[in-house]
């Protein structure tokens, strides 16, 4: 179970443990899922058509974008900006979990709420990650300019981009895009941790006897489907975030087609639907999705499987 559990035999982990927990989580999903993540920003990113049928289209599809990549810049693209990747993982994943734990807890103890209602599932969530973007999106800001530079490169190491963007771009520049990210975010983080309660629901009771036995499947499955729907509601505000954490770095996207400046976030959605259409809002769902339904369904199968393991650690140390 995600969040506070009031049932006396419930799975309570201290919070160090719900931190690691999460920290962990974060840590292998992003690992696993990252060359999702880097033809998702691409795509994203691209003003061109994701079609054969532009000639000035770098990218028009999953499968050829991964051989473009592969031949031009290597397998290792498809990891570019792991390492602040991870950063943002280890630590988004500790504040999110930690914080949903706390709020969950302090509804039950201080409302008249059920703890495990969609509705608290939704505010808690939405709430927790709002704490974890604003600690962590300076980190998202670096992750992005990486994964999105071509060759040659603009920024070499981690320490090299954060002295260049500040001295070029200023302070602020750590934080740019923050307004849409919070705006998506919390009905995104929010549709996931409630979506998740539900569908868990929904399985245990379409399931025959035999099938409920599978946790790990349940919570891979659950937080799977979890990720899809949160990410279709709230896709284009994720593109919205992309684009304008790349302003200021338009000279290393030379290479990937047409570059445009944005005022900010009315601005950019101007631009897109005037240049790009409706469908301009959706640029790199596909992967997005692959990632989505992996990487929510990797959060919580992980973070489900490393708080059992707590547990367990807890009551065999009770026992003694």
Request: glycine letters at 10%.
């Amino acid at each position: 179970m995600v969040g506070y559990d009031p049932k006396p035999d419930g799975r309570n982990n201290t919070r160090f443990q719900v931190a690691v927990a999460g920290s962990v989580s974060g840590l292998v999903t992003r690992a696993l899922i990252s060359p999702f993540d880097v033809i998702k920003i691409r795509f994203q990113l691209q003003h061109e058509r994701l079609s054969h049928k532009d000639p000035n289209a770098k990218y028009h599809g999953i499968l050829q974008a991964i051989r473009r990549i592969l031949q031009e810049e290597g397998p290792t693209a498809f990891w570019k900006g792991h390492i602040p990747a991870q950063i943002l993982s280890i630590g988004y994943g500790a504040v999110q979990f930690l914080s949903f734990e706390m709020l969950t807890e302090l509804v039950h103890r201080g409302s008249l709420y059920d703890a495990q209602e969609f509705s608290v599932h939704f505010v808690c969530g939405g709430l927790s990650a709002c704490m974890a973007t604003l600690t962590v999106h300076p980190v998202d800001v670096l992750r992005t300019r990486f994964a999105a530079q071509g060759e040659p490169k603009v920024y070499n190491t981690l320490r090299h981009a954060v002295g260049t963007m500040y001295r070029n771009e200023g302070p602020l520049v750590f934080y740019k895009g923050l307004t849409p990210t919070v705006i998506a975010i919390f009905p995104y983080a929010g549709l996931q941790f409630s979506c998740y309660s539900s569908l868990k629901h929904m399985y245990e009771w379409a399931m025959p006897t035999e099938g409920k036995k599978n946790e790990n499947l349940k919570n891979l499955l659950c937080g799977s489907g979890a990720g899809i729907i949160s990410k279709t509601l709230t896709y284009p505000l994720d593109l919205f975030k992309k684009r304008l954490q790349v302003g200021g770095f338009e000279h290393a996207r030379a290479a990937f087609g047409q570059v445009r400046k944005y005022k900010g976030l009315v601005d950019c959605t101007k631009q897109v639907l005037q240049e790009e259409g409706t469908l301009g809002f959706f640029k790199g769902l596909s992967p997005s999705l692959l990632k989505a339904a992996l990487s929510t369904g990797f959060m919580f199968f992980w973070y489900e499987f490393f708080c059992n393991v707590f547990h367990c650690m807890n009551k065999t140390t009770s026992q003694r």
